[in-house]
């Protein structure tokens, strides 16, 4: 099983910063099979962007995803109050696993 | 609008079965493939397998291998799920979600509003 390690846990950041959250993998995968999930308190994931750095239907060009091999990224410009939710990846290059989570806290 | 729409939540005693149904609307429901994830409180997503709504194929994730069953009904647009020999750490919140391409392993686009299955004596 391909264990992913996001980092850090908790970001506490103001409206306007730039958060970067890391996804590390514990092996390659297949292709680019890499995708990035934002969840809020009591709400269903919502993907983000898949493929690594490919924006999903209706998200803000303010979200990006990047990396390659085992090193993956998730940058979001310019934070907005309600960018405040635990952001997960996943991989799906096999047996999908997710990370354990990044929460993004708006000060 | 597209969407998933799960059955209620429900309390189970340890050893018995559950099921839950998701009832897919607004898009042509054989073209998407269905995936079930799991969440248990407080934890992270856990993926349990995958079924091809066209076919019927399925993949399931080894850890559930043997307990865990996916069907599909294209006639309602209906995907389903029963887990058995239930333990306390079933206890999640379980979703459906559709598949964003073809393959089975494969990212999720649009999710149910989730399930909360208590098992408890």
């Known amino acids: 099983e391909i264990v992913l390690t996001q980092s850090p846990g908790t970001l506490s950041l103001s409206p306007g910063d730039r958060a970067t959250l890391s996804c590390r993998a514990s092996?390659?995968?297949?292709?680019?099979?890499l995708a990035w999930y934002q969840q809020k308190p009591g709400q269903a994931p919502r993907l983000l962007i898949y493929?690594?750095?490919s924006r999903a239907i209706g998200i803000p060009d303010r979200f990006s995803g990047s990396g390659s091999g085992t090193d993956f990224t998730l940058t979001i410009s310019r934070l907005e109050p309600e960018d405040s939710a635990v952001f997960y990846c996943q991989q799906y290059g096999t047996s999908p696993t997710f990370g354990r989570g990044t929460k993004v806290e708006i000060k | 609008q597209a969407q998933l729409v799960q059955s209620g939540g429900e309390v189970k005693k340890p050893g018995a079965s559950m099921k839950v149904s998701c009832k897919a609307s607004?898009?042509?429901?054989?073209?998407?493939?269905i995936s079930w994830v799991r969440q248990a409180p407080g934890q992270g997503l856990e993926w349990m397998g995958w079924?091809?709504?066209?076919?019927?194929?399925?993949k399931y994730a080894e850890k559930f291998q043997g307990r865990f069953t996916m069907t599909t009904d294209s006639s309602t647009s209906t995907a389903d799920m029963e887990l058995r020999s239930l333990r306390s750490d079933d206890t999640a919140v379980y979703y459906c979600?559709?598949?964003?391409?073809?393959?089975?392993?494969?990212?999720?686009?649009?999710w149910g509003q989730g399930t909360m299955v208590t098992v408890s004596s």
């Open positions: 607004g898009y042509t429901f054989s073209s998407y493939d």
């Open positions: 092996q390659r995968f297949p292709s680019n099979y």
């Open positions: 079924i091809s709504t066209y076919s019927g194929n399925t």
């Open positions: 493929g690594i750095s």
């Open positions: 979600a559709r598949c964003l391409g073809t393959a089975y392993y494969d990212a999720f686009d649009m």
